[in-house]
């Protein structure tokens, strides 16, 4: 899953949204130099993100795209999830997605992570500009494709035909969506009710 989701999932289960969110940027298990609740988010996070890569859904969904860009495959759903979600919140949430981007542009504002190139610059977009509301438009996956796309090493070539395919493929898709997503919200809401300070603290 990616941003929105990652922060949904956190409104979703009454957890933290900025430590649902840096599970993207920290690395490590040993996580006790922070707050336990930024921590339960990261490992929220990761349990989501262990959930989605061995869902069968999501492994189906990944074997229907063409070989030549199928290795990017995740990135591709991660993002188009999140248009699919931000199009039917109203399905998920009885909170509005601005609401909810607010109380994580304010967490966001408060925490800082020193010697952390890749959040802080990451971090500074967001507060500048506050773009996560834009996902509510195809477009703004499209865009999506073409930056990362720009920034791989090896460059891989995946854009437009990702576009290509997500447009001839959107039923299906949101159909393994709409199958899918409940199941993630409902092993968020089993993490967070096995995980308490004192049993899961690592020493």
């Not at 929105?4 to 289960?13: K, L, V």
């Not at 981007?101 to 506050?130: G, I, M, V």
Request: a neutral charge.
């Amino acid at each position: 899953m990616n941003y929105i989701a990652h922060i949904h999932i956190g409104s979703h289960t009454k957890t933290n949204l900025l430590g649902n969110f840096l599970g993207d940027f920290v690395k490590g298990s040993q996580l006790q130099y922070l707050p336990f609740e930024i921590e339960q988010g990261i490992r929220l996070h990761r349990s989501i993100d262990v959930f989605t890569d061995s869902h069968p859904l999501i492994i189906e969904l990944k074997q229907s795209f063409p070989k030549d860009i199928r290795r990017m495959a995740g990135v591709i759903i991660d993002i188009y999830f999140d248009y699919l979600l931000m199009r039917t919140w109203n399905r998920y949430s009885n909170t509005h997605f601005n609401i909810i981007f607010s109380r994580f542009y304010h967490q966001l504002e408060q925490f800082t992570l020193p010697d952390n190139t890749h959040f802080n610059q990451q971090a500074e977009r967001l507060k500048t500009h506050q773009w996560l509301h834009q996902y509510v438009n195809i477009e703004t996956c499209f865009r999506a494709f073409v930056s990362i796309e720009n920034r791989l090493k090896n460059r891989v070539l995946f854009a437009n035909k990702a576009q290509f395919f997500l447009l001839q493929n959107s039923n299906q898709l949101e159909s393994s969506f709409q199958q899918f997503y409940p199941e993630c919200l409902e092993h968020g809401l089993k993490f967070v009710q096995d995980y308490s300070p004192n049993n899961n603290r690592e020493k």
